[in-house]
């Protein structure tokens, strides 16, 4: 018998039998929204790049919180769809836009650290992601709590880091913020399936909660790699 000699099921592979079809039209219509969102988040960090302005990440974070808050307090309808659309949009437009400064350092330390902590990012993304999907519902609910209270404590060690100025402490929180963003979209994606099984169909809203984790990633592995990298200049010297 050859072991190799073995045909791969694709049908069986994108098979969620566990997920209802209602919710898994609902799932497709929060990856397309996330699609949008990284495509007008990318042209707003472009923008940045193109423009260098330099309070952009201050005046673009208050920009988006409004949004987002905005956001939050529009109902979801099919009325409203298009207008909450819209704000999404804007949103990740300025979402985009507020990485302009942490792009700036990574292109003046190597250009090349940002396609490869976007790539990075894409597939621990992907892969946790589909592991969410692919897991026993409400498998990964219970790191909620787990996650929640390491947020806590790594604003907490954040702001005592603002008086302590410990680069040992600051990198503590990155590589642990990286580990935490990766139960997140675990949690995020289960979380998001049960609440589409019990009627909760806002799948603008709930392409935030993809789409925010994304964005969080992203940055800290951006962020971890441009260390790296000025390390290894030091030690060249």
Same mark, same amino acid.
Request: glycine share 6%.
């Given at each position: ?8 099921? =694709? $049908? !069986? ?42 309070? #952009? ?29 819209? &704000?999404?949009?804007? =949103? ?11 792009? %700036?350092?990574?292109? !003046? &330390?190597?250009?090349? &650290? ?17 592991? #969410? ?16 209270? !390491? ?11 603002? =008086? ?22 675990? =949690?995020?994606?289960?979380?998001? &399936?049960?609440? !589409?099984?019990?009627? $909760?169909? %806002? ?5 935030? $909660?993809?789409?925010? %984790? ?24």
């Amino acid at each position: 018998m050859n072991v190799f000699d073995r045909k791969i099921n =694709f $049908d !069986a592979l994108l098979k969620f039998s566990h997920i209802s079809p209602s919710t898994q039209q609902h799932l497709k219509k929060v990856y397309a929204s996330f699609a949008l969102c990284m495509f007008v988040a990318a042209a707003g960090a472009y923008v940045h790049v193109v423009t260098r302005f330099v309070q #952009a990440g201050l005046l673009s974070g208050l920009g988006s919180l409004g949004l987002m808050l905005w956001l939050l307090a529009t109902p979801h309808s099919r009325e409203t769809e298009h207008k909450r659309l819209s &704000i999404l949009a804007a =949103f990740a437009f300025l979402t985009g836009v507020g990485l302009g400064p942490a792009l %700036d350092l990574c292109i !003046a &330390i190597n250009p090349s &650290i940002i396609p490869t902590a976007f790539v990075g990012t894409a597939v621990v993304f992907s892969c946790f992601s589909l592991s #969410a999907l692919y897991a026993q519902r409400r498998s990964y609910l219970f790191l909620g709590g787990i996650l929640m209270s !390491a947020m806590s404590l790594m604003v907490l060690s954040s702001l005592g880091n603002l =008086f302590l100025g410990s680069m040992w402490l600051f990198q503590v929180n990155l590589y642990v913020g990286l580990v935490v963003m990766c139960g997140f979209v675990l =949690f995020d994606t289960q979380l998001i &399936i049960e609440k !589409a099984e019990n009627g $909760d169909k %806002d799948y603008i809203w709930h392409c935030v $909660d993809l789409f925010l %984790d994304f964005i969080t990633l992203f940055r800290k592995l951006m962020m971890i790699l441009a260390m790296n990298e000025k390390d290894k200049k030091k030690e060249k010297k």
